[in-house]
């Protein structure tokens, strides 16, 4: 299988319109010989990330949470800081949601790269 690799500039567009695109690129789901079952998508990379458009006042209002297993260990962060640290985490996590919870998904996101 041959794979192809997209190259997305991402200066001005929207988060979940970019993430959706990057989605579908990385299940294959734009190929004529696409199956549910099969890892059959391309390679993806993202460029000028630190560029990327957020809407409405997310960057202030939304929280990322993890909980680290003991009791209180709830975590939240808010996007602000995660995209300050480190702006691709931000794509990366709205990518991981669009992708099926199943054995694909860690080498589908594993496609994902960034300049």
């Known amino acids: 299988m041959e794979r192809k690799i997209?190259?997305?500039d991402a200066?001005?567009?929207v988060l979940g319109r970019l993430a959706?695109?990057?989605a579908v690129l990385l299940r294959g789901k734009d190929n004529p010989g696409f199956l549910l079952y099969k890892d059959a998508?391309?390679?993806v990379i993202i460029k000028n990330i630190e560029k990327i458009i957020i809407s409405g006042k997310k960057m202030d209002q939304k929280k990322y949470y993890h909980h680290s297993g003991y009791p209180g260990g709830l975590k939240e962060v808010s996007m602000k800081k995660?995209?300050?640290k480190n702006p691709s985490e931000i794509l990366k996590k709205a990518v991981l949601?669009?992708?099926p919870?199943?054995?694909l998904r860690p080498r589908q996101i594993?496609?994902?790269k960034f300049e």
Do not use: P
């Open 82 to 84: 995660i995209f300050e």
């Open 101 to 103: 919870k199943n054995r």
């Open 41 to 43: 998508g391309d390679d």
């Open 11 to 13: 200066t001005g567009k």
């Open 110 to 112: 594993k496609r994902l």
């Open 6 to 8: 997209h190259t997305i």
């Open 20 to 22: 959706t695109e990057v």
């Open 97 to 99: 949601g669009m992708l």
